[in-house]
C-alpha cells in the first residue's frame, strides 16, 4: 500500500481501538466519507471524518482545532494538491494492514492451499461466501497490487462484474467455488495419486510436504482445508462449498486427531488414506461415535498396559495401530 512504499508510518496509529484495518473495513471507511461517490473525501467530507478520529481518541477536538487539523493533512499527504484525499492517500493516515494478496502476487498460479489462505482472510468466520463489502476490500487488494492509484469507483466495477458473471443464484455474495474462478488456482494436486489403491510411501511424503506448506511437522488451517477440497474435487469432480469443508474437516478430525491439537499430524494422515483406500472418503462419516469409544477403549487398554509395565516406555510397540504407510 501507499504507506508500505514510501516507509511512513500512518498517520494514525489506531482508529476506533483497532491497530490494524483490514482492507474491507478500509472500504468501509472511505465510502462513509466519500458522500457524494465521486472517489475522493473532499475537505468538506474530511472534517466529519477528523472529528469522529479524535472523538474517538482524545474525546473530541474545537471546530478550529479540527479546520487546522485538516489543513495539516492536506499539507502532509495530498500529494497532487487537488486539496483532497485519494484512496491510497487515506491510506498513508489511518492503520492499514499491508496488502494481503501482495503475499501471492507472481506469474505462476496458486496453490489451493494458497487459495485457501486467501479465502480464509476475508471469509473470517466461515461463512462459506462473500458479501459485496468483503468483495471491495478483495478487490482492492487484488487490484492495488498493480496499480496503487486505482479509483473507488473502478473498484466498485470489478466487483459488480464479478457478481454479475460469477453470482449464479444473484443473492449479493460470492461463494467459495465461485470464487476459485476469480483466481487462477493450479490443477488439483492429489489429480495424480490413486489414493483408494497402492500410494507408494513416497507418493504420501510427496502429498504430506506439499501441503505442509509450513513445514511445522502438521497439517492444519488452511492447509487442511486445501487437503480436503482437493480430496473432495478428485472425488466428485466439482469443488464443495465452504460447509462441506467444515462438516468434512469435523469429521476427519474426530476420526483420526488423537491428541486433539485440530491439526492433522503424518501419522494421522496415513491412517485417513490407509481406510481411504476401501471407501470413498466423503463415506468416512461412519460410526463416528464408534470411533470415539475405540479410542477409549485403546486409551484405557494402554493405561492398563503401562500400570503393568511402568520401565516399558521406550518399546517400540507402541506404533501398533498405526497405518501400513509408516
Known amino acids: 500500500m501507499a504507506s508500505s512504499r514510501t516507509g511512513m508510518k500512518p498517520f494514525v496509529t489506531k482508529y476506533h481501538g483497532k491497530t490494524q484495518l483490514t482492507s474491507t473495513e478500509f472500504m468501509d471507511v472511505f465510502r462513509k466519507y466519500d458522500k457524494d461517490g465521486n472517489g475522493y473525501i473532499e475537505a468538506r467530507e474530511l472534517d466529519p471524518f477528523l472529528q469522529e478520529l479524535f472523538e474517538a481518541r482524545y474525546h473530541g477536538l474545537a471546530k478550529d482545532k479540527v479546520r487546522e487539523m485538516r489543513e495539516l493533512i492536506l499539507e502532509r499527504y495530498d500529494k ?49 461466501y462473500l458479501e459485496k463489502k468483503h468483495l471491495r476490500g478483495f478487490f482492492k487488494d487484488l487490484m492495488t497490487v498493480n496499480n496503487p492509484h486505482i479509483s473507488p469507483q473502478r473498484i466498485e466495477e470489478y466487483v459488480n462484474a464479478a457478481l454479475e458473471s460469477f453470482d449464479k443464484n444473484k443473492d449479493g455474495e460470492i ?24 500410494l507408494s510411501r513416497d507418493e504420501f511424503e510427496k502429498i504430506w510436504y506439499h501441503y505442509d506448506q509450513d513445514h511445522n511437522g502438521s497439517i492444519g488451517g488452511a ?98 495401530g498405526c497405518c501400513w504407510l509408516l
Open 80 to 128: 497532487n494538491f487537488d486539496g483532497r484525499l485519494e484512496i491510497n492517500e487515506l491510506a498513508q493516515i489511518l492503520p492499514t494492514e499491508q496488502n494481503f494478496l501482495l503475499n501471492f502476487h507472481r506469474e505462476s498460479k496458486l496453490s489451493s492451499v494458497e487459495f485457501m489462505k486467501i479465502w480464509n482472510h476475508y471469509d473470517v468466520y466461515r461463512e462459506g
Open 223 to 320: 492447509e487442511l482445508d486445501a487437503l480436503i477440497r482437493d480430496l473432495y474435487i478428485k472425488n466428485n469432480k466439482e469443488p464443495p462449498d465452504m460447509k462441506t469443508i467444515s462438516d468434512q474437516r469435523d469429521m476427519i478430525m474426530k476420526f483420526v486427531d488423537r491428541d486433539g491439537d485440530d491439526a492433522v499430524q503424518k501419522e494421522e494422515l496415513g491412517m485417513f488414506f490407509s481406510v481411504a483406500q476401501s471407501r470413498r472418503v466423503q463415506d468416512i462419516k461412519v460410526d463416528v461415535e464408534g470411533r470415539e469409544a475405540e479410542r477409549k477403549a485403546e486409551k484405557e487398554a494402554d493405561r492398563k498396559e503401562q500400570e503393568r509395565k511402568p520401565d516399558d516406555s521406550g518399546s517400540s510397540d507402541g506404533n501398533a
Open 175 to 198: 461463494e467459495l467455488s465461485e470464487m476459485a474462478k476469480l483466481l487462477p488456482v493450479e490443477e488439483n494436486f492429489l489429480a495424480k495419486f490413486q489414493i483408494r489403491q497402492n
